[in-house]
């Protein structure tokens, strides 16, 4: 029922958007017999919110995660995305490692023998993780100054995080520690097939970069969303987009309703 729910939520999504992880070629018909590249460094601080679910001995606890506040708690970031393109036909590459520690969450609850035990306490979540997705695209309709493509391909995405936990309360008849630290990792492949690319207006300087994805494999679902504003010069654009990308496991797997989300600024080099 759930991931029915979410299929349809992207589905809309896919209707009404028309958001940019890859950069989107827009201005006229690049030679078809001669290939050109962009390359763009960005920098994307997101929020995170969702649940963790991790297997630890004598208990499953699940770790609610939410933060506004990663630039606060940011150690290390390195992001940037990558076109090369011969006529109508592209491939598109994007890249992230990103590295957080201190976020505030808290363990709301703590599984034994599928028995939940509510406790209130608090923890400390660091987060390691690289997103690294490759798609081969191809223009299906181009003016002037906009643009559509289709894409298909893969999206890896590894994560380690450990959560350092204090209970305000001891478990009575659990071997629970009231205090310690956990820690778990799981790597994602997942097929994605999606859309992106550019709205002109006015002359076409202007522009709404766009780009949406939705995909499956080694999680139940996943989907990824951005739109925003951009500005071309010759060989130069500068795009600020709002991005969001969701992972959702099955039941019983580290990643629960989990997103990213926030402001991406970037500026992409064409040549």
Do not use: C
């Not at 991790?54 to 606060?72: H, I, M, N, Q």
């Not at 109508?88 to 201190?102: E, H, K, N």
């Not at 906009?146 to 391909?153: A, Q």
Request: aromatic fraction near 14%; avoid cysteine.
């Amino acid at each position: 029922m759930r991931k029915n729910a979410h299929a349809r939520r992207a589905g809309l999504a896919l209707l009404l958007l028309v958001a940019l992880p890859f950069p989107a070629y827009a201005e006229g018909p690049p030679a078809a017999d001669r290939w050109t590249f962009g390359i763009q460094p960005y920098l994307w601080l997101p929020s995170l919110s969702g649940d963790l679910t991790y297997s630890a001995p004598g208990g499953s606890p699940s770790v609610d995660v939410s933060s506004d506040t990663l630039l606060d708690e940011l150690n290390f970031a390195f992001m940037f995305n990558a076109e090369a393109r011969k006529g109508r036909w592209a491939i598109v590459m994007d890249f992230i490692t990103l590295d957080v520690g201190g976020d505030k969450s808290n363990v709301e609850s703590v599984d034994f023998s599928g028995v939940p035990v509510t406790v209130s306490g608090s923890a400390s979540v660091d987060l390691e993780g690289v997103a690294w997705a490759l798609a081969g695209s191809y223009t299906v309709a181009r003016s002037a100054t906009s643009s559509l493509d289709v894409l298909l391909g893969l999206r890896y995405f590894t994560i380690d995080i450990t959560t350092d936990y204090n209970l305000s309360a001891d478990i009575p008849g659990q071997t629970f520690a009231r205090t310690g630290s956990i820690k778990q990792s799981e790597d994602l492949w997942d097929g994605i097939i999606g859309v992106r690319g550019r709205i002109g207006l006015g002359s076409g300087k202007w522009g709404i970069p766009y780009y949406l994805d939705v995909g499956t494999g080694s999680s139940t679902f996943t989907w990824q969303g951005a739109v925003g504003i951009g500005y071309q010069w010759s060989w130069i654009d500068l795009n600020l987009v709002y991005r969001y990308l969701y992972y959702d496991m099955e039941s019983g797997k580290l990643l629960q309703n989990f997103s990213f989300y926030g402001p991406a600024l970037g500026v992409n080099f064409r040549f």
